[in-house]
């Protein structure tokens, strides 16, 4: 078996590394450049497919659970008709940060598969667990996605509540604290934090 797989590789590695009978070099510089132009946009294309909301929320784990609940959010709906949506939070607006969440993400397809939170109270048990991941997430990026859309150097303090307005001023003047350290559940429900540190 071995020594014909041996005579696979070389015949291929013989194919391959020869000179082409029946095309010329240009031609197959031009097919490979018209190939990858191809891959390439089927790769973007794919993946902004999957980067919309109406393909996260088409699994019935998303959609009965976090996204049932995001509706009821300033971020789903409110006076300027801005929404968020699942990716705007979610997913980095950067291509290669982009990349790098959605190759984190697909670890998720696996819970899918398998069932890991596919009923209501499997999805409460690990709830914490999930939350503790995209907090981490937001914590370790200094909550990127947030600030795609809120930056302090955006924010008029004397708008804003006076309790907000001093703690948004005082977390930009001492740096270090991102606005997940102060903002989990505002746009899910938080997780029952019972036995779990604060601050």
Known sequence: MWSRLRLLTRRAWRILSSP???????????????????FWGAFNTALEATNTEQFCVSCHEMNDNVFAELKSTIHYS???GVRATCPDCHVPHAWTDKIARKMQASKEVWGK????????EKFLDKRLELAQHEWDRLKANDSL???NCHGFESMDFTRQSTR???????????GGKTCIDCHKGIAHRLPDMAGIPQG
């Open 20 to 38: 082409s009978l029946h095309y010329s070099l240009g031609f197959l510089t031009l097919g490979g450049f018209i190939a990858g132009i191809v």
């Open 78 to 80: 409110n006076r300027s």
């Open 113 to 120: 598969v398998f069932g890991t939170i596919n009923t209501r």
């Open 145 to 147: 996605e947030c600030r």
């Open 164 to 174: 907000a307005g001093a703690i948004h001023e005082r977390g930009m003047a001492e």
